[in-house]
């Protein structure tokens, strides 16, 4: 048994949009550790959705969780 309890980490934000949604998201379409590759396909995704409904692409995916 443990003597003490760890520490919770903190998640820190994105660096694009600077949201911690964004990065709990990521860090779970990461592959073998490969968060910079997961990060572009997100963003570029993002851009895609953006360009087709000429609408911001972060909030339709907000409401895409939702």
């Given at each position: 048994?443990?003597?003490?309890?760890?520490?919770k980490?903190?998640?820190?934000p994105?660096?694009?949009?600077n949201e911690?949604?964004v990065?709990?998201?990521?860090?779970?379409?990461?592959?073998?550790g490969?968060?910079?590759?997961?990060?572009?396909?997100?963003?570029?995704?993002?851009?895609?959705?953006?360009?087709r409904?000429?609408?911001?692409?972060?909030?339709?995916w907000?409401?895409?969780?939702?």
């Amino acid at each position: 048994m443990r003597k003490a309890s760890p520490k919770k980490r903190t998640i820190l934000p994105d660096p694009k949009f600077n949201e911690v949604l964004v990065t709990k998201f990521v860090n779970n379409i990461m592959m073998k550790g490969k968060k910079t590759t997961a990060y572009n396909i997100f963003y570029e995704a993002i851009d895609v959705v953006s360009e087709r409904t000429k609408e911001n692409g972060l909030e339709i995916w907000k409401k895409a969780l939702v």
